[in-house]
């Protein structure tokens, strides 16, 4: 699903499409969505783009076209940033019929959980948007009650917590974290990173496990807790 900036925006230009048969301007966006920077918008209408929801029209002014509408906003209701609701679902794997009589039949239980993109172990990126695909994983690294989901990891900023571009880490859905815990934060409403969580009084820092990055700090309103690590899909 998308961030709550993405929506807000998405939300601006198509009601400004359907009021006046144009989009609107870069600075009544950044108005719109009290941005300080015309920057903000660029790389949100770039997500929207690369997400599907926005086409931009060569040698043309406000050369903006919608092309589909997530359902928060068909129904008119904001979804903010939060995850699609999703139902995982469990399999137990049967032995095929074409097992040879000598192999030792083994019950596999894994559970799909939807792989909602790319997170950035690195260069902060655009925030999380919506499912792509389905991955298995075991049913013994989900916890508890609470949604998982997974995603693919940019980047090398968490490498000495054994994390390594193209990974696949699974998240337990959360907007809560202890010191110490990896989570997925996002920040200013707009990106999305894979960090180490520290919270010293109404500050936040964003660890990063590899000496070439260093730590970001926020204040406790600039970042909102996504989720946590819970697992990690190593890929060779």
């Known amino acids: 699903m998308l961030t709550r900036k993405q929506l807000e925006l998405l939300d601006f230009i198509n009601k400004r499409v359907v009021r006046d048969g144009v989009p609107p301007s870069f600075d009544e966006m950044k108005d719109a969505l009290d941005l300080r920077s015309k920057s903000g918008i660029h790389r949100l209408i770039t997500a929207l783009e690369?997400?599907?929801?926005?086409?931009?029209?060569?040698?043309?002014?406000?050369?903006?076209?919608?092309?589909?509408?997530?359902?928060?906003?068909?129904?008119?209701?904001h979804g903010g940033s939060r995850k699609p609701a999703f139902e995982p679902r469990v399999i137990t794997g049967d032995r095929p019929a074409a097992t040879p009589p000598s192999a030792i039949p083994v019950e596999v239980h894994a559970v799909e959980i939807p792989v909602m993109g790319r997170i950035a172990a690195g260069v902060p990126?655009?925030?999380?948007?919506?499912?792509?695909?389905?991955?298995?994983?075991?049913?013994?690294?989900?916890?508890?009650?609470?949604?998982?989901?997974?995603?693919?990891?940019?980047?090398?900023?968490?490498?000495?917590?054994g994390i390594n571009d193209g990974d696949i880490v699974v998240i337990r859905e959360t907007t809560t974290a202890q010191n110490g815990d990896i989570v997925v934060a996002l920040v200013e409403d707009q990106e999305a990173t894979l960090k180490r969580f520290r919270r010293n009084g109404g500050m936040i820092a964003l660890e990063a496990a590899n000496p070439a990055y260093e730590t970001r700090i926020f204040r406790d309103d600039q970042v909102k807790v996504q989720g946590r690590l819970v697992g990690l899909i190593r890929t060779y």
């Open 50 to 77: 690369e997400r599907g929801y926005l086409r931009r029209l060569p040698h043309r002014a406000r050369a903006l076209e919608i092309v589909k509408l997530p359902e928060a906003l068909e129904k008119g209701t």
């Open 125 to 161: 990126i655009e925030a999380i948007s919506e499912v792509s695909h389905n991955v298995a994983v075991p049913g013994q690294m989900l916890s508890g009650q609470a949604p998982h989901y997974a995603l693919e990891v940019k980047g090398d900023s968490m490498i000495d917590a």
